[in-house]
């Protein structure tokens, strides 16, 4: 069974430095990993995935995430973060093409301070 | 831009009782979707739905869950006599064919089961 961890349940930084929020994961076959990212009173937005190709990953607001098949790690990463990127992050994974099930971690919330 | 909205925010129901929960997808969107989290719980998959058929489903949807699309635009999950248990925040989401694996979520309804 396919399943994702992430293992901070808050990460703190302040405006300007760099952030990391943090994902393994274990499938039996080839993943397919997402973040998404929930802002208060809204739905899960998507951010990026990795599906093939390129390790790193750019995506939606300067993040990006970097795939590491070794570590089965999914991390997100922003060079910069903005008081606005406070919200709960969430990563998910699907183990084959064509399954639309995501499995997702539990969450972790970034709290970015001025 | 547009969304997938959800209603109600929030239905409160008595055990037992029959409840309906509605999403309007976003318009050129195939699949859909419903997630459901148990607070504290990670998010996790109910349904998928696609061509007017359940495409994919979990162990979690069970013979007292269905789901329907009456009529062009609404996409509905109808619980058959709730159970405290079924108490969680439930997410419908969309995707389109071509990028079917970036999918958009509803704010969600929070059902409470009293």
């Not at chain 1, 760099?18 to 802002?39: A, D, E, H, M, R």
């Not at chain 1, 990026?48 to 991390?75: C, M, P, R, W």
């Not at chain 2, 405290?84 to 970036?102: K, W």
Request: aromatic letters at 14%; charged letters at 20%.
């Amino acid at each position: 069974a396919q399943s994702v961890a992430q293992p901070e349940d808050q990460v703190n930084v302040a405006e300007g430095n760099p952030l990391t929020v943090k994902c393994t994961y274990s499938v039996s076959g080839n993943p397919y990993l997402f973040w998404y990212v929930q802002y208060p009173n809204r739905g899960l937005q998507f951010l990026l995935k990795y599906i093939t190709g390129d390790n790193l990953v750019k995506g939606s607001y300067g993040f990006e995430a970097e795939f590491n098949k070794s570590q089965t790690s999914f991390h997100l990463k922003k060079p910069s973060a903005l008081v606005s990127d406070s919200a709960l992050y969430f990563c998910a994974v699907r183990d084959r093409p064509g399954r639309r099930a995501l499995t997702f971690g539990s969450g972790t919330r970034l709290q970015v301070q001025p | 831009e547009p969304e997938v909205t959800q209603t109600p925010s929030h239905q409160v129901t008595q055990m037992g009782q029959e409840v309906i929960l509605r999403c309007v997808p976003i318009s050129n969107h195939l699949y859909f979707y419903w997630y459901r989290q148990i607070l504290g719980q990670k998010v996790e998959f109910l349904v998928s739905f696609y061509n007017n058929e359940i495409s994919e489903k979990s162990e979690i949807f069970d013979d007292q869950f269905s789901v329907e699309r009456p009529d062009g635009s609404n996409f509905t999950l109808k619980i058959r006599s709730t159970k405290l248990e079924d108490s969680a925040m439930y997410f419908c989401a969309s995707s389109e064919l071509v990028r079917s694996d970036e999918a958009f979520f509803g704010q969600g309804t929070r059902l409470t089961v009293v």
